[in-house]
């Protein structure tokens, strides 16, 4: 026999000192019948719809389905000791899951217990899973950027913070890259992330706590894991379990970025739950308030004002706005975008990143196809260098693509049309990344200028990519004032552009690459 | 369980009605009790079953037996059309629960409430006085209370009424100290 780590006598002494042991009024019901993970439950008379349910075992239900005679509980986690005639007690809570700064760093499951294994955490808050998004009054406009680090994203689709932006495509065309990516550029930036995988299998999600720890980000982050071998009922409800953690943070006027990896497996684990709860099927057999499922969870991203954040925190934070950034992800099936989970999500959403496998596959990653990407508010959100240099990436990839397909079949074309098309080419190869390689504003701000002053008309396409590496460690190793000061005020203004032209020339006449 | 819950509340509540009309509520609760214990009976359960039988053939069957058993009160001709009506729509099984549904609304009626009290130790009469009054004071109703003793309780008591449980016993703090310690 072995001792756990819970079991050593000073805890116990604790535990059973500060053990309320009081006799307590609690409405009682009994298990009618128990399939799937879903009691009915005879009683239960004054229920409220959400609320936690005790089962025997310490095992808890979140009571959904609230009918004349009886009330359909989903039970979370495990049910294979609950049988019929077993007594089920109204704990007067709706479910809450615990919230503050000691989650950052951990790994945590639907309900905020850890699952890492790296010990029990304080919590002294806990917050509803449910709760209702900021009203009209409470929010403020969203201005500021969240720098994802991705060239093409924060040049062409810019994300703002208190945004709701929507990366869709197929499966395998890098979502999750993206906003992993995006995580690993908020190290250092104060903000707070939050990383709920729903339905993704348990390796997976290793590999992506390892990527983060490599790469110094898990400090910053809490994972919110409902694999794929959790019950449907865990993971309907990871999303709203790891947007309260991250409202904790937006409610005490910090930024938090929240990454819903992916949205389509909650829906259909909330189709499955349904189903099994008798609600009626609609189309696709999903059931009727799938859009609600997801608007009131997005609607939860938002950025609000001082005097929200002051009213939230009871006055102890003041003069701070508050944010919370929402990434939602959905996987389509075979590019298809008017199924009924994406156009919704598309709808709620504040625009979208489409990734696509063509692209993917011809070498273009991260594989924004630039036309159908937008961000309806991130542009007044950008930085002003980015804002600046970033139209001409745009209108250089839209000239291009509308030539590209045109000129296949012309012989011989003039001047301009060819200089456009070499454009085209080269930017398109700029806009390639790595992945975990994010730039930051100054970094991207120089290379954007190479590529608008046509410094990379003279390099050939396929040296574009070591050009950009090279250029970046000549102006890292030369000009690093010039780049911490762009970093710094993030202006643009014909001085810096002067400084950056001069960097750059410099590293064409004694740089190689 | 609840299936037949269902099904028995428009006929509890049709009842009652009448029952309330014609001033015989408790007259109506003694046939309802006698007719529940029939239908409850597993010779007639089979007998209710068996597809070869009659619906008016369960009406006389189960009138007779009404009358063996209760032959104080010759059956009034409501109780009959009563019996008829369940025999027709094929409900005589939904009996007990209808009984039961009755039951509740005559207590709701009368401001009444049963208690059950589960108590480690036999109660004194002075111990039930005591917990009747401070129950009567927290649920605002008239409280009977039945008592019965169950010593793995190990002490104190359990105390139910309806789907209210208050639960003072040692066994259930002892359960919860355990699931406590087991976190």
């Known amino acids: 026999m072995q001792l756990n780590p819970s079991e050593i006598s000073e805890l116990i002494k604790d535990r059973i000192k500060n053990f309320e042991g009081t006799a307590e009024a609690r409405t009682e019901g009994t298990v009618v019948s128990l399939m799937d993970g879903i009691a009915r439950i005879h009683g239960l008379a004054d229920v409220m719809s959400g609320e936690m349910i005790e089962f025997p075992g310490n095992t808890f239900g979140m009571a959904l389905n609230l009918e004349r005679d009886s009330v359909g509980v989903v039970i979370l986690g495990s049910y294979k000791h609950i049988s019929e005639g077993d007594t089920a007690k109204c704990t007067g809570r709706i479910l809450e899951v615990p919230v503050g700064e000691q989650l950052l760093g951990r790994v945590v499951n639907s309900l905020g217990e850890v699952i890492d294994g790296k010990g029990a955490i304080e919590s002294s808050q806990f917050m509803p899973i449910e709760r209702i998004a900021p009203g009209v009054i409470e929010r403020q406009s969203v201005d500021q950027p969240m720098q994802t680090g991705l ?42 992330c939050i990383y709920v995988a729903i339905g993704q299998k348990a390796s997976t999600i290793a590999n992506v706590v390892r990527k983060l720890e490599e790469h110094d980000a898990l400090a910053h982050t809490i994972v919110v894991a409902a694999s794929a071998s959790d019950s449907a009922a865990l993971q309907y409800i990871a999303p709203y379990s790891g947007c309260t953690m991250g409202e904790y943070f937006r409610d005490k ?3 938090a970025l929240i990454v819903y990896d992916d949205l389509t497996k909650q829906a259909w684990a909330y189709r499955q739950v349904s189903l099994l709860l008798r609600r009626p099927p609609g189309r696709e057999a999903y059931p009727g308030d799938v859009f609600y499922l997801h608007s009131r969870l997005l609607e939860r991203a938002s950025r609000i004002n001082e005097a929200c954040v002051e009213k939230y925190s009871n006055g102890a934070v003041k003069g701070k706005t508050g944010s919370l950034t929402a990434l939602p992800i959905i996987e389509t099936q075979g590019g298809d975008v008017s199924a009924f989970v994406p156009t919704n999500v598309i709808s709620i959403t504040d625009g979208q990143i489409f990734l696509e496998s ?13 036309g159908l990407s937008v961000s309806r508010v991130g542009g007044a959100a950008q930085t002003k260098i980015i804002k600046k240099l970033g139209g001409g990436v745009r209108l250089a990839l839209a000239q291009y693509r509308e030539l590209a397909a045109f000129s296949q079949f012309a012989s011989d074309l003039d001047e301009a049309t060819r200089k456009q098309l070499e454009r085209g080419q080269r930017v398109t190869e700029l806009m390639k990344q790595k992945q975990y390689a994010p730039l930051n504003v ?5 290379v954007l200028y190479a590529a608008n002053e046509g410094y990379l008309d003279d390099v050939e396409v396929n040296k574009i990519v070591a050009f950009e590496d090279a250029l970046l460690a000549h102006v890292k190793s030369n000009n690093a004032d010039l780049l ?9 203004n014909p001085e810096i552009a002067g400084k950056i032209g001069a960097a750059i020339a410099d590293f064409k006449t004694n740089g190689v690459y | 369980m609840s299936d037949f819950e269902t099904i028995a509340r428009p006929y509890a509540k049709a009842i009652f009605e009448l029952a309330s009309e014609e001033g015989s509520l408790h007259a109506w609760l003694d046939r309802l009790t006698i007719a529940a214990t029939i239908s409850d009976d597993s010779g007639m359960q089979t007998m209710l079953d068996m597809p070869s039988v009659l619906p008016s053939e369960h009406v006389e069957l189960f009138l ?6 209760n032959d104080a009160e010759k059956a009034s001709t409501d109780f009959k059309n009563f019996i008829g009506l369940l025999a027709e729509n094929g409900r005589l099984s939904a009996l007990s629960a209808i009984a039961t549904g009755y039951e509740i609304l005559k207590q709701e009626a009368d401001g009444q409430v049963d208690v059950q009290v589960t108590s480690a130790q036999a109660l004194t009469q002075q111990q039930k006085d005591e917990i009747a009054k401070s129950l009567e004071k927290k649920l605002g109703k008239e409280v009977s209370i039945t008592s019965e ?21 040692v066994l259930a703090r002892l359960g919860k100290l355990s699931t406590a310690l087991n976190k």
């Open chain 1, 253 to 255: 006027g910090e930024d």
């Open chain 1, 484 to 492: 911490e000061s762009i970093n710094a005020s993030g202006d643009y």
């Open chain 1, 151 to 192: 060239k093409a994203i924060d040049a062409m689709v810019p994300v703002g913070r208190g945004q709701r932006e929507l990366i869709i495509g197929d499966r395998q065309t890098g979502k999750s890259a993206v906003a992993i990516d995006a995580i690993i550029n908020q190290k250092g930036t104060g903000i707070k």
């Open chain 2, 64 to 69: 007779s037996v009404y009358a063996g058993i």
């Open chain 1, 358 to 370: 063509d692209l993917f596959n011809a070498g273009i990653r991260p594989a924004i196809n630039a």
């Open chain 1, 442 to 446: 100054a970094e991207m701000g120089v």
């Open chain 2, 149 to 169: 003793v169950d010593e793995r309780l190990i002490a104190g008591a359990i105390i139910r009424a309806g789907d209210l449980v208050i639960d003072g016993s």
